[in-house]
């Protein structure tokens, strides 16, 4: 894809502020606006979830219905399913990374605090603990930015997204913070409550298409106001 992933979003499309709370309460406002498409997008996409194998292409259906959605277009389930056969293969490879990623990270952190399998003094442990916590809290975010970000790109490409959703988190590290908060909030209610999902997870789906739009349209002023910069 090359850089295309930061061209310029269409106006329609330009988000009204990249802070994070307005993120926050613009997707509360756009998953209400679109409250019945949303939430029998999600009930899909749980009830696919349970089944295990068409999870994926359902996730991808309710991410596509949550761009149109947040551009103010058609929220059909005609445009689930388009959304879920464009989109479904491509997050099963985005869902096998994103469990790989996280199993190896919590059995690292379960290792390196087990001192009967662990030959680790336990003072550089928790070091070595921290070290591994930071970097699951980065490898969250990317995962939370990774489909969307395919989502807004032309000829998606998994390494480019992976690489540029990676750098989203690390160049907005509080945003992220921010929302991780929200999410863990949201699943912590989802694991009492399960049915709760189909609520949890087209409103994720909606956060993280605003996130990334905002996101993305402020790195392109940074880098254009760095242009302008080096040609003055």
Known sequence: MGDEGWAPLPDERKPPSTNPFV???ESLKCFYDELYPLMLGGTIAFVASLLIVPGPFAIAGLWYLARQARDGRETTLRVFWEGAKSYGWRNWLN???GAGGF???LLNIWFYNNPQVSPIPPV???WLTLAWLILLYLWSGLCFFLLPFQLEMERPAFWDSLKKALFLVLL???HWLLWLIVEAGLLYLSLRMPPLLIVALPF???L???AV???IEEVRRRQAAREVAEDS
Do not use: D, G, H
Request: glycine share 0%; charged share 10%.
């Open 23 to 25: 993120i926050l309460w």
């Open 95 to 97: 869902v096998l990374v």
């Open 103 to 105: 199993a190896l990270l």
């Open 124 to 126: 550089y442990a928790r």
């Open 172 to 174: 907005f590290p509080f």
């Open 204 to 206: 994720t789906a909606v």
């Open 208 to 210: 993280s298409m605003l």
């Open 213 to 215: 739009k905002a996101l």
